[in-house]
């Protein structure tokens, strides 16, 4: 009864220092100030900080309407440690346009393989509901010329297939390259979701590259894919022996080093500033410290990083890392993704900022980006930042598989939230809120 009255009074003190705080940045999980010592253990800090007002970091899948595009604010200004950790779509999306069509360029003279004067490529498309999906289509179809508006942006609807050049979604593109004009068409594209319902599925992808290649394949020249998951099965299903470039987006560590046996070329979304920063933010709201510290302010440990690496959104409460092109000319830089990012590679004094546990999920253990590069560098984060990270693995079907084991947040003193679908914020703040 006496230790219940305590914790009631913390609870009430803390209610109002952060009010106090206000806007500060000041931390409503207050971890550092007077009388916390109690409260740097997990699971006093469970007992006295809400499960509502512990920091939150959305990474990966920006809270958003899977139709529409437009943003949750709510899920993303949850509360006033809530923020959206990815990387910049659009300017990725461009740098995948414009790495193919160099690549076309540069390799015209060998390009038609069978010299029908229509340079064929067919695409791999993630999940039709997810943003970042959504622009690498867009991006693609852009450089090429294949793409038609739609409501004011360019269509980003699969098409099936598409030999004869009659799909409404897209349009045969034009290229002039050393004064001849050349046909840019895309032959096929299908999303990759499987029967079950997960997306991104590189199963799928491998099987739909088997069936457009025994009807097309000596029409297709490229092979395009939203990401090096569906990228490389592709790849080792058909393109590699058929000699097509074949491209990908995420530089994973299979990808880059497939490039030396003739993958095209993928980007890095900056995985390791990506993940640094999912880390990071609720570091500093865990210490009470303002956002910017060790991201664009040096912490005490000398972590910092430069703005040609991300760029913060204060209204979307928004950070996104950006990207690069990873090519033949430069791979050799990117052979290991899961490598800590040197800047911010500086381990943490725990006396200054201790232990904490924090509950992450990744959306679909199986998804190759998020298990074999995004969750490797969590992991190498995670010590340097004193975090104690619980990590669960969805089926990449259904949030409640996720959230099913979500069943004490007040065990945790931080969450880290990668969702199925971009529109289920609720599904997880609910949970919070109770
Ligand atoms: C990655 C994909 C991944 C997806 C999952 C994207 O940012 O590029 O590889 O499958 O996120 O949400």
Redesign the pocket.
Known sequence: MKKRLVVLTMAVLFGLSAVACGSEGGSSSGGSGAGTESASTGSADGGTVANKDKPLVWF??QPSNSSTGELDMAALSFNEDTYYVGFDANQGAELQGTMVKDYIEANIDKIDRNGDGVIGYVLAI?DIG?N?SIARTRGVRKALGTGVEKDGDIDSEPIGTNTDGSAAAVQDGTLEINGKEYTVRELASQEMKNSAGAT?DAATAGNAIGTWSSSFGDQIDIVVSN?D?MGMSMFNAWSKDNKVPTFG??ANNDAVAAIAEGYGGTIS?HADVQAYLTLRVLRNALDGVDVDTGIGTADDAGNVLTDDVYVYNEEERSYYALNVAVTAENYQDFTDSTKVYEPVSNQLDESAHPSKKVWLDI?NAS????SATYQPLLQNYDDLMNLEIDYIGGDGQTESNITNRLGNPGQYDAFAINMVKTDNAASYTALLNQ
């Open positions: 990966n899948r993630g997810h970042d991104w990401n998951g987006y995420d979304q959306y998804d190759n980006f998020l």
